[in-house]
């Protein structure tokens, strides 16, 4: 079955530059979210979409953004990257009729040194 | 907004006992309440999840109860394996456009032979 594609799966930076990371939803899934875990935390909510438009706003720094585009794809745009921002960024896709499972991509580490 | 906590952090038990982590919610408007594994550097997968109309739902060797009125909700798994060994988070949603998960900080179970 298909899964949710993160690219890259690993990406570093310096400070203060920027990344763009992508995630492809499962088909037919209408709802993406952002996610952001650092080392031995939980996943923190950022940001997610549903029928491309922001559904949720969580804990995403102003420094970050996101969109999702016509074919249901996202991306997540970070600037001025801190040494914080170093982290496991997942992308999970669900449906939204119903209660429905989030179903996770294999995620983005990102290290910014 | 939502808070979901859970206890313990770490639990060891030895291979062919039970396990059981317990998370309690603050939204009243929660009605779905998943569980995830997740192994080191890997994404959360879903092990099984409970909707608010069920007090209790079983898959094999795993478990899950639910108490509305008390706002709290387990996870039961019986003759562990050492493959069961891994961080275990329990999160809170409600369903619809919004649904996003509020994760609990997570459970590291370690399963000794």
């Known amino acids: 079955a298909a899964g949710v594609i993160q690219s890259p799966r690993h990406l570093i930076k310096e400070k203060r530059e920027t990344a763009t990371l992508k995630c492809y939803p499962i088909?037919?899934?209408?709802?993406v979210y952002w996610y952001q875990q650092g080392p031995g935390q939980d996943p923190q909510f950022l940001i997610s979409?549903?029928?491309?438009?922001?559904?949720d706003k969580g804990s995403i720094p102003d420094r970050f953004s996101a969109q999702q585009f016509s074919d249901y794809h996202s991306e997540l745009n970070m600037s001025s990257l801190e040494l914080g921002d170093s982290a496991l960024y997942f992308c999970?896709?669900?449906?939204?009729?119903?209660?429905?499972?989030?179903?996770f991509g294999n995620g983005t580490r990102l290290t910014v040194t | 907004g939502e808070n979901v906590e859970q206890h313990p952090s770490t639990l060891s038990v030895q291979e062919g006992d039970s396990a059981v982590i317990k998370c309690t919610y603050s939204?009243?408007?929660?009605?779905?309440f998943p569980w995830y594994k997740q192994e080191l550097g890997k994404r959360p997968q879903l092990i099984i999840d409970?909707?608010?109309?069920?007090g209790e739902k079983k898959d094999q060797r795993i478990a899950v109860t639910l108490n509305k009125t008390a706002k709290h909700f387990s996870l039961h798994i019986t003759e562990t394996q050492p493959e069961d060994s891994a961080v275990y988070f329990c999160?809170?949603?409600?369903?619809?456009?919004?649904?996003?998960?509020?994760f609990g900080t997570g459970t590291r179970l370690q399963v000794t032979l």
């Open positions: 999970a896709s669900s449906l939204t009729q119903g209660p429905s499972p989030l179903h």
């Open positions: 088909p037919r899934h209408d709802t």
């Open positions: 979409f549903y029928e491309k438009m922001q559904s």
């Open positions: 939204d009243s408007a929660s009605n779905y």
């Open positions: 409970i909707r608010s109309n069920v």
């Open positions: 999160a809170a949603s409600t369903t619809g456009t919004a649904s996003k998960l509020t």
